[in-house]
């Protein structure tokens, strides 16, 4: 900055302009996320517009049939000549597997427009073969209007109303074309009524009007009602998928805010605490004693604080990692409980409490830091809160029957927690007042960490406690396949005890 | 006595380590930016480097650097010391704190108890790259 060379430089400049805010409510969706996020549902319809036609095939083929024995029909009044409908049941098959094969592969890449024509060509041939089905069963059918409307329908759902509007006209297009063509003699007159059951006149041009026009009104009522449900569902749906990415969003950014604040916070009790090391350990000169006690406490103070920050960063890490949590995989959970008491030891025997431990092997499967997180806390909540000179029993085993699974205990004969207060306990930062007398240092983070990696192991909670004698917590992992995994077992009602189970998945 | 090379932005922190190293009967150095490391371990081989991860320019800076001195030293003993859990990486990558992959000597947690502090730092000068005992 002061060096000839850069004097001789010019001035670095960077602007930074105002970034606009996002307003508070939800923005109405763009164009590219709405086609993102309809693409998949439009590949989705298009498949079961294809399974649906499968019917109609089948539909046709059972009429081709009936066509084959000529008195079934002729005893409702009807005469149906087989090849047309095994014809057109045919051409639908042949149509419809083509259609399937073009549906299922137009969810690829680069293939965003396809779906649509995939549709589309869908729902003409549909219109055009219905025609023709209506044509061959005769005008007079009085069904034949109705037919149609499922596509309209259909099409209302899928599409925009602009689009569905176009599919009511090409519908009532080939119908009137239909009836049209027959009305001027251009094509031959068909029924499937027997003759004599039914007369078969022509209709003029006037007659078809008449009847057209009304159908045409009842079908753009239908168009008009279904197309608005269809997009003020299809809107409320897409906000809600938006509003929900936002707070996902907004949820990660918050824990990763806090995690970057607490590592700032505990950069500066890491420095203080080593400062008061060096004035403890005799490195900056003997302190007299009372000057001892006082650094004493400023390093006990700050290695408290530390740890509360620790704790906040493990379970800050744990919800905001929870999407994308380290893969589960295959552990003895004896070994990692004999790490930690191997660890915890010289700390619990500085208040004499002995930590006993049987442990059989039992695999479990789990996150490896985050299963020594669990045992951890536990063991540690277990001393500390144990009377000096008492016993922290630890036992691990593997679940008896087929289903697999471990089951982790911990017990300690200790202050207890009064029944009322079990269900909290798991809560964050929440401690009984018992507690606080007990050991005003712990920080009430400890259960609601291992609450946390429970429910991402898929493991149960269960806690049992008496005031004044100590409490045991029971972790139940479930097996190879978790819906197996042993249910809680319940309290019996002869015990004396408080019993609070915690599933996981709560 | 043995010369030991102190990488961390924390200049208190730093210089109590430093302390505790003299008491030691080493000789220290430290170096407060992560860029400084190469070419003062160029200028002068430490017997270890005491390395810390976070720095203000960039939360993942010394394992950039831990990299930068395997290349460049394979043998150099190197202890990591951070606030950041070794468990629970956060904004680092897996990849970063994959102890197969990442390649330092020795992680220490701050805050640091000194008593632990010195064992490692003796354990990191014994061995053969002072690689961590059973």
Partial sequence: MNGAADSAAPPARYRLAPVPEAPAGAPPPDAA???????????????????????????????????????????VGLRIQPLWPAVTAGVLAALNLEFMRRSRAAGGPGARGSIRAVLWAQIASDLVILTAVIYWVGPDWPAAPFMYLFHIILACLVFSPGQSLAVLGLAAGLYGLSLWSVSRGWLPASTIRLEGTGSLGLPTPGQLWAGLVPMLLVWGVIWYLVSRLAATLRRRELELAETNRRLAASSEERAQHMLQTTHQLKAPFAAIHAM?????????????????????????RCLALSRQIQEMLQLANLRSRAQTAPPLRPLDLAGVVR???????????????????????????????????????????????????????????????????????VRDHGIGIAPEKLPRIFDDY??????????????????????QVARATGATLEVESAPGRGT??????????????????????????????????R | MAYLLIVDDDADFANAVATVC????HETQIVSTPGETLPRVSEHRPDAVILDVMFPE?????????????????????????????????GFSHRDIDPKWLPVTD?????????????????????????AQP
């Fill in chain 1, 33 to 75: 996320s709405e086609a993102a996020w309809i693409e998949p549902v439009l590949r989705a319809n298009a498949v079961w517009f294809c399974q649906l036609r499968w019917l109609v095939v089948g539909v046709l083929l059972v009429v081709a049939a009936t066509g084959l024995v000529p008195a079934l029909p002729a005893a």
């Fill in chain 1, 276 to 300: 008061t090391q060096v004035l403890l350990g005799g490195y900056a000169g003997e302190l007299p004693p009372p000057a001892r006690e006082v650094a004493g406490k400023i390093a006990d």
């Fill in chain 1, 339 to 409: 790490e930690v008491l191997g660890r915890l030891e010289p700390a619990a025997r500085q208040r004499r409490i002995r930590l006993d431990a049987a442990l059989q092997p039992a695999p479990v499967r789990a996150a490896p830091d985050h299963l020594t997180m669990l045992v951890d806390n536990l063991v540690v909540n277990a001393v500390t809160y144990s009377h000096n000179g008492g016993v922290v029993e630890v036992t691990c085993a593997p679940e008896p029957g087929p289903a697999g699974g471990a089951r982790l205990t």
């Fill in chain 1, 430 to 451: 929440y401690r009984t007042e018992e507690a606080v007398a007990h050991n005003r240092a712990s920080t009430g983070l400890g259960l609601a960490i291992v609450r």
């Fill in chain 1, 472 to 505: 045991t917590f029971t972790v139940i992992f479930p097996g190879a396949h978790p819906a197996a995994a042993p249910a809680p077992t319940p309290p019996s009602a002869a015990q004396p005890q408080s019993h609070h189970g915690l599933p996981a998945d």
């Fill in chain 2, 22 to 25: 003299r008491a030691m009967g």
């Fill in chain 2, 58 to 90: 960039d939360p993942a800076a010394g394992f950039q650097v831990a990299r930068d001195l395997r290349r460049h030293a394979p043998d150099l003993p190197i202890l990591m010391l951070t606030a950041v859990n070794q468990q629970f990486p956060l």
């Fill in chain 2, 107 to 131: 992680f220490v947690e701050k805050p640091v108890d000194f008593a632990l502090l010195r064992e490692r730092i003796a354990r990191l000068l014994a061995g053969p790259r002072g690689e």
